[in-house]
C-alpha cells in the first residue's frame, strides 16, 4: 500500500469561490491569478474550475505556455512581465498581456520586432514599493509607450501593501488609492487595482470613503480585479475575518491516516526536542505526514500551544514537534466524541474531512505563524495529488 497521504482538488469550490467573488466585482473583470502553479494546486487541475473567469494572470512565461497549451484563449496577463527582452517574442506568439514595471521593460518593447501589437498593464507603484513606476515617473512612462507602434492597449494597474488590515490606525489603502487616482485621472485605459483582499474588504466601501481625486470616483473593483488566494477559499485577512465568514470554501484538503498509537504515562514526552510532555495518561496517533510534504514544521506542538487537526472528523491538536514524514496528535478528543482512533483512521490536515467537517488552512497557518497561502504553495511533489469527484 503506498503511503497514505493525498492532497484533493475540489472544483466545485473553485466554481463556488468564482462565484462568490464575482459578487463582490460589480461589472468588473476577473483575471484568476493562477500564478505559484495555482497557488499550490496544480494549473492543470484547476482549469476545469476556473472557466468562468474572464483571464487567468500568472508569473512564468512556462506557465503561460501550459495554460496555452490547455486551450485556454481568453487573456493571459504576466504580472511582473518580461525579466529579459527575448520573453517578447513568446509573449507575441502566445498572445500575451503583460505588465511594465520599468524603463527596461519600456526600451526591450520599443526594438521589439512584432506584427501583433500588445496590450499592456502600466505598473504605478503606489507605496508597495516593489515594482512600478513612481507617481511622477508613471506619466512619462506612459507617454513613452503610447508613442510606440508595438503597442496596442496600455491598462493602469498599481498593488496594495495593506489591503488586509489596517495600516497606522487608517483605512490600509486609502493613501495608495489615492495616489493613483491622482496620478492617472485623465489617463484612458482599464485599470486593475484589487487582489483578495482589497476586494473582500473594501469592494463593497462607499467611494467617498475612498479619497479619489479624478473627476470620476474609483472603485477599488476598477476594470479588473485579479483574484488569487479567495479563489482558493483561504482568506486574506486572518484573523479579522475567516473563509466561512466570506462563504469561501476550500479548493484543496490534505488528508492522511494515522499508521501507529502509542499509550503515554504522564511525563512522557513526544518527539524530536520532547516539545511536549504528557500532563496525564494519554493516547496519542502517529500521522504520515510531515515537512518534507509540505506541513509547517514550525506548527504550534508544545504544551501551551497546538495546531488543529482532524482525526475521524474530530478536532484535536498537535503534540510534539513536527517531523520530516510523521508528526502526533492527541487522541483523547476523539475518544471523548465517541469516535475510534486506530491504525487507518482518516487524518484531515485541512480542508474537507470526513462526517461534514472541515479544518480551515488560515487556522493551521495561524499555528504555524504563516498564511494559508504559503501552506498550499508549499505542497511538496512527494504528495499524490487527486481530483475530487
Ligand atoms: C499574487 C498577486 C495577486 C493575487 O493576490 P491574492 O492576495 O492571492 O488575491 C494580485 N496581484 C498581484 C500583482 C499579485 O502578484
Not at 98 to 123: G, M, R, S, Y
Not at 177 to 201: C, E, I, K, Y
Amino acid at each position: 500500500m503506498p503511503r497514505p497521504i493525498e492532497a484533493l482538488i475540489h472544483p466545485s469550490a473553485l466554481k463556488h469561490n468564482l462565484r462568490i467573488i464575482r459578487r463582490h466585482t460589480g461589472d468588473a473583470r476577473l483575471w484568476a491569478v493562477v500564478k505559484a502553479d495555482a497557488y499550490g494546486h496544480g494549473i492543470e487541475r484547476v482549469y476545469a474550475g476556473l472557466q468562468g473567469a474572464d483571464g487567468l494572470a500568472l508569473l512564468d512565461l512556462e506557465e503561460a505556455e501550459r495554460v496555452r497549451a490547455l486551450g485556454w484563449r481568453g487573456p493571459v496577463l504576466l504580472l511582473e512581465g518580461c525579466f529579459e527582452p527575448r520573453d517578447l517574442e513568446l509573449c507575441s506568439r502566445l498572445n500575451l498581456w503583460h505588465a511594465i514595471h520599468c524603463e527596461e521593460q519600456i526600451d526591450w518593447l520599443a526594438t521589439h520586432k512584432t506584427t501583433l501589437p500588445h496590450q499592456v498593464f502600466l505598473k504605478m507603484n503606489s507605496g508597495m514599493n516593489r515594482l512600478g513606476f513612481s507617481a511622477p515617473a508613471f506619466r512619462t512612462a506612459w507617454s513613452r509607450l503610447n508613442a510606440l507602434a508595438q503597442v496596442d492597449d496600455i491598462g493602469l494597474m498599481t498593488h496594495f501593501s495593506d489591503a488586509d488590515a489596517l495600516r497606522l490606525g487608517r483605512d490600509g489603502i486609502a493613501h495608495q488609492l489615492a495616489v493613483f487616482a491622482q496620478t492617472t485621472a485623465d489617463l484612458p485605459g482599464h485599470r486593475s487595482l484589487a487582489n483578495s483582499a482589497a476586494l473582500l474588504r473594501h469592494a463593497h466601501r462607499p467611494l467617498e470613503t475612498h479619497p479619489a481625486a479624478g473627476s470620476e470616483p474609483l472603485s477599488v473593483a476598477a476594470d479588473w480585479v485579479r483574484a488569487g488566494v479567495a479563489l482558493y477559499g483561504a482568506t486574506p485577512d486572518y484573523p479579522d475575518h475567516s473563509a466561512a465568514h466570506w462563504s469561501l470554501r476550500p479548493a484543496m484538503s490534505l488528508h492522511s491516516r494515522l499508521v501507529a498509537t502509542q499509550q503515554l504515562q504522564a511525563g512522557d514526552t513526544v518527539g524530536y526536542g520532547s516539545l511536549y510532555t504528557a500532563p496525564q495518561a494519554m493516547r496519542i496517533g502517529i500521522v504520515a505526514c510531515g515537512y518534507a510534504d509540505g506541513y509547517p514544521r514550525h506548527a504550534a506542538v508544545d504544551n501551551q500551544h497546538g495546531t488543529p487537526i482532524l482525526v475521524d472528523g474530530v478536532r484535536t491538536r498537535l503534540v510534539g514537534r513536527v517531523s520530516m514524514d510523521m508528526l502526533a496528535v492527541d487522541l483523547e478528543p476523539i475518544r471523548a466524541a465517541g469516535h475510534n482512533a486506530e491504525i487507518g483512521s482518516p487524518v484531515t490536515l485541512w480542508g474537507q474531512g470526513p462526517h461534514q467537517s472541515h479544518l480551515p488552512i488560515d487556522e493551521v497557518a495561524h499555528a504555524a505563524g504563516t498564511i494559508g497561502y504559503e501552506l498550499m504553495c508549499a505542497l511538496s511533489r512527494r504528495v499524490p495529488v487527486r481530483i475530487d469527484g
